[in-house]
C-alpha cells in the first residue's frame, strides 16, 4: 500500500506540493496526470524517499519513507524518468547488482531472469554493455531490473518514454498482471491513453495540488464532461477554473 498524508513540500517561495494526501491499495493501479510543473516528480520522489517533505508524511506498505526507509525500500521499485544505470554493465551483470541489493538467492534471481529477459527480448543484449544500448532497450533494462525482487509497490515515471509499441505493450501488460497479484502500481504520465487504458484510478494535479481522483467516470463527473478523459483533463487544469483539493481515498473504500 502507498500513502501519502497531508504532504507539502517548499523550494524557497515555490510550493510545488500542497497538502497531498493519497491511499493506493494493494492490487492497484494509479495513473497520475498534470501538466507541466504540477508537482507530480516532485511527489513520486518524496514518496520513494528522494526528497524530504516539508511537512507530512509518506509511508510504502505501513513504513515511513522518512523515519524506516531500509525497510520501506524493501517493498518499493522504482523508475525515475530518466533511470540511472550503470553503464560499464551488461545488462545480466545489473541485474545480478539489483539482486545482491535485494537479497535475492540465486535460484529466485534467475527465476527472475528466465522470466523478464525474453519477456522484454533483451537475450540479444544481456551480455552487451549498458552504456551501447539504445534509450528504449536500457528502458526496457530498468523496467525489468526493478520488477526483479517482486516488488509490493511500483512507482514509475513516465514509463512508455522510449518504448516501441510493441514493448509499450509488454510493459502494459507486465504491470497489469503484477497489479493483479497484489502489486501496487504508481505511474506519472503525460500519455492520457496510457491512464485511460489501464488505471483503476486516475488522479490530477495542478499547482501541487491533487485537483481531482476517482475512476474515470468519476474524473468526467467531476469535470462535468463527458467524451474523451483529453477533455476532462483540459477543464480541470485549466489556471481560470481553481478547484478544491480532491479526497484521499479510494473510491468505495473505507480508507
Same mark, same amino acid.
Given at each position: 500500500?502507498?500513502?501519502?498524508d497531508?504532504v507539502v513540500? *517548499?523550494?524557497g517561495?515555490?510550493?510545488?506540493?500542497?497538502?497531498?494526501?493519497? *491511499?493506493i &491499495?494493494?492490487?492497484?493501479?494509479?495513473?497520475?496526470?498534470? &501538466?507541466?510543473a504540477a508537482?507530480?516528480?516532485?511527489?513520486?520522489?518524496?514518496?520513494?524517499g528522494?526528497?524530504?517533505?516539508?511537512s507530512?508524511? /509518506?509511508r510504502?506498505?505501513?513504513?515511513?519513507?522518512?523515519?524506516e &526507509?531500509?525497510?520501506?525500500?524493501?517493498?518499493?521499485?522504482?523508475?525515475?524518468?530518466?533511470p540511472?544505470?550503470y553503464?560499464?554493465?551488461?545488462?545480466?551483470?545489473?541485474?545480478?547488482?539489483? /539482486?545482491q541489493?535485494?537479497?535475492? !538467492?540465486?535460484?529466485?534471481?534467475?527465476?527472475?531472469?528466465?522470466?523478464?529477459?525474453?519477456?522484454?527480448?533483451?537475450?540479444?543484449?544481456?551480455a552487451?554493455?549498458?552504456?551501447?544500448?539504445? #534509450?528504449?532497450? *536500457?528502458? *526496457?533494462? =530498468?523496467?525489468a531490473?526493478?520488477?526483479? #525482487?517482486?516488488?509490493?509497490v511500483?512507482?514509475?515515471d513516465?514509463p512508455?518514454?522510449?518504448?516501441d509499441?510493441?514493448?509499450?505493450?509488454?510493459?502494459? !501488460?507486465?504491470l497489469?498482471?503484477?497489479?493483479?497479484?497484489?502489486?501496487?502500481?504508481?505511474?506519472?504520465t503525460?500519455?492520457?491513453?496510457?491512464?485511460?487504458?489501464?488505471?483503476?484510478?486516475?488522479?490530477?494535479?495542478?499547482?501541487?495540488?491533487?485537483?481531482? =481522483?476517482?475512476?474515470i !467516470?468519476?474524473?468526467?463527473?467531476?469535470?462535468g464532461?463527458?467524451? &474523451?478523459?483529453e477533455?476532462?483533463f483540459?477543464?480541470l487544469? !485549466?489556471?481560470?477554473?481553481?478547484?478544491?483539493p /480532491?479526497?484521499?481515498?479510494?473510491?468505495?473504500?473505507?480508507?
Amino acid at each position: 500500500m502507498i500513502e501519502m498524508d497531508h504532504v507539502v513540500k *517548499r523550494f524557497g517561495d515555490l510550493v510545488a506540493v500542497n497538502d497531498l494526501s493519497l *491511499r493506493i &491499495p494493494a492490487g492497484e493501479f494509479f495513473a497520475l496526470l498534470g &501538466p507541466n510543473a504540477a508537482g507530480k516528480t516532485t511527489t513520486l520522489r518524496i514518496l520513494v524517499g528522494l526528497i524530504k517533505p516539508t511537512s507530512g508524511s /509518506a509511508r510504502l506498505g505501513g513504513h515511513d519513507i522518512q523515519q524506516e &526507509p531500509i525497510e520501506a525500500r524493501r517493498h518499493l521499485a522504482y523508475v525515475p524518468d530518466f533511470p540511472f544505470l550503470y553503464d560499464k554493465l551488461t545488462p545480466i551483470e545489473f541485474f545480478r547488482f539489483v /539482486a545482491q541489493l535485494y537479497q535475492i !538467492d540465486e535460484s529466485r534471481f534467475r527465476a527472475g531472469c528466465d522470466e523478464l529477459i525474453p519477456r522484454f527480448t533483451l537475450e540479444e543484449f544481456a551480455a552487451k554493455p549498458i552504456e551501447g544500448l539504445s #534509450h528504449g532497450t *536500457r528502458q *526496457r533494462v =530498468a523496467i525489468a531490473s526493478a520488477l526483479l #525482487h517482486d516488488p509490493d509497490v511500483f512507482v514509475i515515471d513516465e514509463p512508455m518514454v522510449g518504448l516501441d509499441p510493441h514493448h509499450a505493450r509488454v510493459v502494459k !501488460d507486465i504491470l497489469e498482471e503484477r497489479a493483479r497479484r497484489g502489486m501496487a502500481v504508481l505511474i506519472s504520465t503525460h500519455q492520457l491513453e496510457v491512464a485511460e487504458e489501464m488505471a483503476d484510478r486516475i488522479g490530477i494535479m495542478s499547482q501541487g495540488r491533487l485537483i481531482a =481522483a476517482g475512476p474515470i !467516470d468519476e474524473i468526467r463527473r467531476q469535470s462535468g464532461l463527458g467524451g &474523451p478523459l483529453e477533455q476532462s483533463f483540459l477543464a480541470l487544469t !485549466d489556471p481560470a477554473s481553481p478547484r478544491e483539493p /480532491a479526497p484521499a481515498g479510494r473510491s468505495n473504500s473505507p480508507l
